[in-house]
């Protein structure tokens, strides 16, 4: 029984290992990516990118070095098993990714308050970063009292908070889809989908798991406090 059973236990973990492997990639990819093209186009000062910045430098640089961090982080967080085989470790990279994340909401709320948008894409702006500020410090609450299980959950929420300019980006390249209203109204519709859309396929998709019976879910190896 044993050998039949350590088989299928090795193709059950190699499959998970290829599939956290290509999802680890995959972020890697768009976040890459999302960084060399958005962020690339304000290498130079005379940029035409600075043009709705000409006042506002600071703020923005700001913003887009916080964000730079805790884009590059958050696959480094939640896809290795630091936080098990390396605690202290994982432990100082999430302050890191608090700090930066900090920074990063400073600078957003310095544009937002600045910025010459209408007030419908200043308030979906502002949600993305309370959506951020929230689920960051629901994890930290959390991990302070042992509820790992809790934690990983509300900081995934908060990644996917984080990669909410790289799914609005990924949304407005959807053919037809900018034409469908006005331009202010699609921009601070997909704002608020960026994040929205995002977090509720996650926990909705966490619920459905939960609600499976053990043995259909594997053991569960993150809801003991920690020590």
């Not at 000062?45 to 600071?58: C, I, N, P, V």
């Not at 896809?79 to 900090?102: C, E």
């Not at 959506?131 to 929420?157: D, E, N």
């Not at 995002?198 to 406090?225: E, F, S």
Request: charged share 15%; proline share 6%.
């Amino acid at each position: 029984m044993d050998g039949m059973l350590r088989p299928q236990a090795s193709r059950a973990h190699a499959l998970r290992f290829a599939g956290w492997l290509v999802l680890w990639l995959t972020v890697a990819w768009f976040c890459g990516e999302f960084l060399l093209i958005a962020y690339g186009k304000y290498r130079h000062l005379g940029s035409e990118a600075y043009a709705l910045f000409a006042d506002r430098h600071g703020w923005l640089w700001t913003h887009l070095a916080g964000g730079a961090v805790t884009l590059l982080l958050g696959p480094v967080q939640l896809l290795t098993p630091w936080w098990r085989s390396r605690p202290r470790l994982h432990r100082w990279t999430g302050r890191a990714f608090l700090i930066a994340m900090l920074v990063a909401c400073t600078g957003a709320a310095g544009l937002i308050a600045t910025s010459p948008a209408p007030f419908g894409i200043r308030l979906a702006f502002a949600s993305t970063a309370l959506a951020w500020l929230t689920c960051a410090l629901l994890g930290l609450r959390f991990i302070l009292r042992g509820r790992i299980a809790l934690h990983r959950r509300a900081m995934t929420c908060c990644y996917l908070a984080t990669l909410a300019p790289v799914t609005f980006r990924l949304m407005i390249r959807i053919p037809g889809l900018m034409a469908l209203a006005p331009p202010p109204t699609m921009i601070a519709t997909l704002l608020w989908l960026s994040w929205v859309l995002p977090i509720a396929m996650y926990l909705a998709g966490r619920l459905v798991l939960d609600r499976l019976p053990l043995r259909h879910r594997g053991k569960r190896m993150d809801t003991q406090p920690v020590t």
